[in-house]
């Protein structure tokens, strides 16, 4: 077991803030993060229950079985903002009250660990789908719609749940009672959906990048589009797919190499401290997500107007 386990960690943060030349920088920026924090959940929760509502009202969006991979990760983005993005505010708000309830007791560190990985792992994980769906659909256009049919996108989003379900019981078991099962073997695991989400991204957008450009230089000599070529509408569903794993990226790289960092140079206070700023980071894609679906859909931007305009 190693020494963050032994320490409390709000002694350690505590420890931190009465440093004199940090406490000045560190104590407003905090104070903003929580600010931030509390402002998260409204495009999270909002934007994703407006999606998950359009979909519901409006079959013609239930038809196209990339829509379902969006509805998987706006219910992922809306549990997030139910019950995530509140729980690291009120967390950190106690921290710098001093209040460490939520970092020690141990019933509300599994409830906050399944959560958290369980969520974050779910979110990774249907971004691997939807980058599948659009390499399937850019690298074989004429069998996309035998290939990704409505059956097997339900039954991989099934199994993209269950999946994320088991890693996060792997992730929170160190924190029940008579479990001697150590944290550093538990997180050993949470590498394998980042992972996953790098090499997939890496093979399919490699791929798709050289079908693009040899469908653009088709485009250039024949001055049509036959129908044996990806769409550009298909080539629009890519740009999204490739600017929500960004925003992913964006989010989840940066938390990564810090924490890397920070272990290799065991400085553990400095570590508690700045992790509510990783986790802030790491949550801010849910915030995202629903910004991106509608600035890259119309379809999708017009059902939800819809919507919106029968609620007022």
């Known amino acids: 077991m190693n020494k963050t386990d032994l320490t409390p960690q709000c002694d350690i943060i505590n420890e931190f803030y009465t440093t004199p030349h940090l406490r000045r920088f560190f104590f407003p920026l905090a104070v903003l993060n929580c600010i931030v924090d509390g402002f998260l959940p409204v495009t999270s929760v909002g934007g994703s229950v407006l999606l998950l509502v359009a979909v519901i009202k409006f079959p013609e969006l239930r038809e196209i079985p990339r829509n379902l991979l969006l509805v998987s990760q706006a219910l992922s983005d809306l549990l997030i903002g139910l019950m995530v993005q509140p729980f690291l505010t009120a967390r950190h708000i106690g921290l710098l009250l001093g209040d460490c309830l939520l970092s020690t007791n141990n019933s509300l560190k599994f409830f906050a660990s399944y959560s958290v990985y ?30 990704v049919t409505k059956e097997r996108v339900v039954l991989a989003i099934s199994a993209s749940w269950v999946l994320s379900l088991a890693f996060a019981t792997v992730q929170a078991l160190p924190f029940l009672p008579g479990v001697t099962i150590l944290k550093t073997s538990a997180r050993a695991f949470s590498a394998i959906p980042p992972v ?11 791929k798709m ?14 001055m049509n589009v036959s129908n044996d070529h990806p769409t550009q509408q298909d080539f629009q569903s890519t ?32 570590l508690e401290a700045v992790k509510p700023f ?28 819809k919507v919106v305009k029968c609620i007022n």
């Open 118 to 147: 369980g969520l974050l792992f779910s979110s990774c994980l249907n971004i691997c789908l939807i980058t599948m769906d659009r390499y399937i659909c850019i690298a074989y256009s004429l069998r996309y719609q035998d290939i």
């Open 239 to 270: 740009k999204t797919a490739l600017l929500m794993v960004g925003v992913i990226f964006l989010s989840y790289v940066p938390a990564v190499i810090v924490v890397l960092c920070l272990y290799a140079s065991k400085d553990l206070a400095f």
């Open 196 to 206: 996953l989400l790098v090499i997939i991204t890496i093979l399919c957008y490699s």
């Open 209 to 222: 990048t050289k079908i693009a450009r040899r469908h653009q230089r088709q485009i250039r000599a024949q």
């Open 278 to 305: 990783l986790a802030t980071l790491a949550f801010l894609n849910s915030s995202i997500n629903p910004l991106v679906y509608y600035a890259r859909s119309r379809k999708i931007r017009r059902c939800v107007w």
